[in-house]
């Protein structure tokens, strides 16, 4: 799989939320974030259907696009290209730098805490 760019993990990132849209929807969301032209979002999204990272559907006058790839999938791919190439595998110091940079709320600390508990009580994650 092609990495995203930041553009186009915004454009994904629309498309997993609301389904499959034209350009034209999908601009108009962006540009309730920012400024983009139309044709910059055409460009982004016929560039990224060339990736393989989002589906042209023509059956229609205006082009729909989707996804090519659920949103798990994508953080994966992501996750486990920063895992390798910024933390040199450490998922230990991956997972505090997360922790450490932004205060967790206590539901989100509990869905850790749990989360372990259950890759231990399975044994996944230990070797």
Request: glycine residues 6%.
């Amino acid at each position: 799989m092609s990495k995203p760019t930041e553009s186009e993990l915004e454009v994904m990132q629309i498309l997993w939320e609301r389904g499959p849209l034209t350009v034209r929807q999908v601009n108009d969301l962006l540009n309730d974030q920012r400024r983009v032209g139309y044709t910059t979002t055409l460009k982004i999204m016929q560039i990224m259907a060339e990736k393989g990272l989002l589906i042209r559907n023509t059956n229609q006058r205006s082009h729909v696009y989707t996804p090519a790839l659920p949103s798990g999938e994508v953080q994966t791919h992501i996750l486990d290209h920063v895992l390798k190439t910024v933390f040199r595998g450490s998922r230990s110091e991956l997972v505090m730098k997360a922790l450490g940079n932004h205060a967790a709320s206590r539901d989100e600390l509990e869905k850790i805490r749990n989360f372990i508990n259950e890759m231990e009580e399975k044994g996944n994650g230990v070797l």
